[in-house]
């Protein structure tokens, strides 16, 4: 199903119509589950949230929404990969919580996201970090959710964000070092 074909499906899902909810299901929810196994693979071992229910999840939220307008599948991943990044922040601290303030879910940020190789850090550090980041720029956030959590290229990055490749590069290359920086001093002081 070419793009412009899964848009109208997703549009048709958010009107209310359910043969496009069954029409979807099939070609999104791979996808959904892809982007989950690829996040939880850098997860800590042991993680209790599953691919396949972290996937279940996102996917219920994004076809629940019925205010959105969905511009492509593009459009579809860049949310899915802000609504898997709620969950698992919302996951973390559930589970911190039961705990009374210990055993924070780590993540391991490897050299595909970082400029110095792997740091593990709790989830919660980075999603802190994340926040910050957005406040000194939106879209060099957007790119990590966007690349880290959502699993997309450079170039569907930039056709989320409508922007060059090139500047995906860039933005990508300075947010990591910035991550880098913030969540260093995070774990050096044992936060």
Same mark, same amino acid.
């Given at each position: 199903m070419g793009d412009e074909a899964i848009t109208e499906t997703l549009n048709g899902v958010a009107r209310g119509d359910p043969g496009a909810l069954e029409r979807l299901v099939p070609? $999104?929810?791979?996808?959904?589950?892809?982007? #989950?196994?690829?996040? /939880?693979? *850098?997860?800590?071992?042991?993680?209790?949230?599953?691919?396949?229910?972290?996937?279940?999840?996102?996917?219920?939220?994004?076809?629940?929404?019925?205010?959105?307008h969905w511009q492509g599948r593009h459009h579809f991943l860049g949310v899915a990969a802000r609504t898997m990044r709620g969950i698992l922040v919302d996951h973390a601290r559930r589970r911190r919580a039961q705990k009374r303030g210990g055993g924070r879910s780590r993540v391991s940020l490897d050299a595909?996201?970082?400029?110095?190789?792997?740091?593990? $850090?709790?989830?919660?550090?980075?999603?802190? #970090?994340?926040?910050? /980041?957005? *406040?000194?720029?939106?879209?060099?956030?957007?790119?990590v959710e966007l690349r880290?959590?959502?699993?997309?290229?450079?170039?569907?990055?930039?056709?989320?964000?409508?922007?060059?490749?090139?500047?995906?590069?860039?933005?990508?290359?300075?947010a990591r070092a910035w991550l880098y920086r913030e969540l260093s001093g995070a774990e050096s002081r044992g936060a």
């Amino acid at each position: 199903m070419g793009d412009e074909a899964i848009t109208e499906t997703l549009n048709g899902v958010a009107r209310g119509d359910p043969g496009a909810l069954e029409r979807l299901v099939p070609i $999104v929810y791979q996808e959904m589950r892809r982007l #989950a196994a690829s996040y /939880l693979r *850098r997860e800590r071992a042991g993680h209790t949230l599953q691919p396949t229910a972290l996937a279940h999840e996102t996917y219920l939220r994004l076809v629940g929404q019925q205010h959105i307008h969905w511009q492509g599948r593009h459009h579809f991943l860049g949310v899915a990969a802000r609504t898997m990044r709620g969950i698992l922040v919302d996951h973390a601290r559930r589970r911190r919580a039961q705990k009374r303030g210990g055993g924070r879910s780590r993540v391991s940020l490897d050299a595909t996201m970082l400029v110095a190789g792997d740091l593990p $850090v709790a989830f919660d550090d980075l999603d802190r #970090a994340l926040i910050d /980041l957005a *406040r000194l720029s939106e879209r060099q956030a957007r790119v990590v959710e966007l690349r880290y959590f959502g699993g997309l290229t450079i170039e569907d990055t930039g056709v989320v964000l409508s922007v060059s490749s090139v500047t995906v590069k860039r933005d990508w290359a300075i947010a990591r070092a910035w991550l880098y920086r913030e969540l260093s001093g995070a774990e050096s002081r044992g936060a």
